[in-house]
């Protein structure tokens, strides 16, 4: 079993859609969990941080993460063509371990 | 400006040939790190340094090599590359304990 899974679509909704990106894993020392964005041809950029369980909100982006379940979501409300890109969860142990694992990415998709 | 710059952007090269990619950095962060990325595949990790001493390997670091010659710069090297080792190279910083890391915008690397 892999550390992380992440459905790697694509997935493809229309303009306005709510969308639920997520992300499993198997290592329960995880408890520093992230999203990032990567738009085509670009290097990958911090969305949301997510320190243990709970929800976090910033504007349209909702990050979730129950660690009970060892699941982690994003959700983006009323999507725009521009949150077009792909979706990569990472998460850590923390302590002096400072490396990310990530999920393979999901490639997300709105359309006008 | 960028706080993470790759240099070069793109490069195609041929079997065999020595290529060094860049990273620098003007976050003042102590720790770097060098992922590849291919199609299905996701990030990973080749080598990260904590700091100007201290160089570790990746998860795939076999035909890579690595200096760090000062706290700002990271280079990677392929001494002799191979067609495989064609895919899209990010370096990374990060800093603090939660491990959230900052990328570059990519080199892609085309060996033929």
């Known amino acids: 079993q892999k550390e992380v899974e992440q459905d790697p679509g694509p997935l493809s909704v229309p303009e306005g859609a709510i969308v639920s990106l997520n992300c499993t894993y198997s290592n329960s020392a995880f408890q520093y969990f992230m999203w990032y964005r990567q738009y085509s041809r670009k290097g990958p950029e911090l969305l949301m941080y997510?320190?243990?369980?709970g929800n976090k909100e910033d504007g349209r982006f909702t990050a979730q993460v129950d660690k009970s379940s060892k699941y982690i979501s994003l959700f983006i409300r009323d999507s725009q063509p521009s949150d077009s890109a792909t979706y990569l969860c990472a998460m850590s142990s923390g302590g002096s371990n400072y490396k990310l694992t990530f999920g393979k990415g999901t490639l997300l998709t709105v359309n006008p | 400006d960028a706080d993470v710059t790759q240099t070069p952007r793109n490069r195609i090269t041929k079997t065999g040939k020595r290529i060094m990619l860049e990273c620098s950095q003007t976050k003042g962060h102590d720790r770097m790190y060098w992922y590849r990325q291919d199609p299905g595949l996701g990030l990973q990790l080749i080598y990260y340094s904590f700091d100007v001493k201290d160089i570790n390997k990746g998860e795939i670091s076999d035909g890579y090599s690595v200096s760090r010659q000062a706290q700002a710069k990271f280079s990677l090297s392929l001494e002799s590359a191979i067609p495989n080792q064609t895919a899209l190279y990010f370096c990374?910083?990060?800093?603090?304990?939660?491990?959230?890391?900052?990328f570059g915008p990519g080199t892609r690397l085309t060996v033929l």
């Open positions: 990374a910083t990060s800093e603090g304990l939660e491990d959230t890391q900052y």
């Open positions: 997510t320190y243990s369980s």
